[in-house]
């Protein structure tokens, strides 16, 4: 069974930084790709980042370029997001997802359960 564990999530003030993890199990991890999506109160689920199971390629969407930072372990099976200059509308359920893009989006099956970040001040 796919299972997908996000953790690392928190408050903190505008400005600040944190590290989000997603250990992984059930699957050949190191040959899907993985992605980042948040879902902010009361809105639809956005897509974030992804990152290419070999080549380590990494798409992101306009608003957390220079911010945001996807990376994999594929030896660990774990997945990461390095945020940092977090701003109020970071403010999100974040949610590691197998597979890449939009397909990821639509895939809830594949998600995690979720972590919360919220960004106040």
């Known amino acids: 069974e796919v299972q997908l564990v996000e953790s690392g999530g928190g408050s903190v003030q505008p400005g600040g930084s944190l590290r989000l993890s997603c250990a992984a199990s059930?699957?050949?991890?190191?040959?899907?790709?993985m992605s980042w999506v948040r879902q902010a109160p009361g809105k639809g689920p956005e897509w974030v980042l992804t990152?290419?199971?070999?080549?380590?390629?990494?798409y992101y969407v306009d608003s957390v370029k220079g911010r945001f930072t996807i990376s994999r372990d594929n030896a660990k099976k774990t997945l990461y997001l390095q945020m940092k200059d977090l701003k109020h509308e970071d403010t999100a359920v974040y949610y590691c997802?197998?597979?890449?893009?939009?397909?990821?989006?639509?895939?809830?099956?594949?998600w995690g359960q979720g972590t919360q970040v919220t960004v106040s001040s």
């Open positions: 997802a197998r597979g890449g893009g939009q397909f990821a989006v639509v895939s809830r099956d594949y």
């Open positions: 059930g699957f050949a991890f190191g040959t899907f790709y």
């Open positions: 990152i290419k199971s070999n080549t380590y390629s990494t």
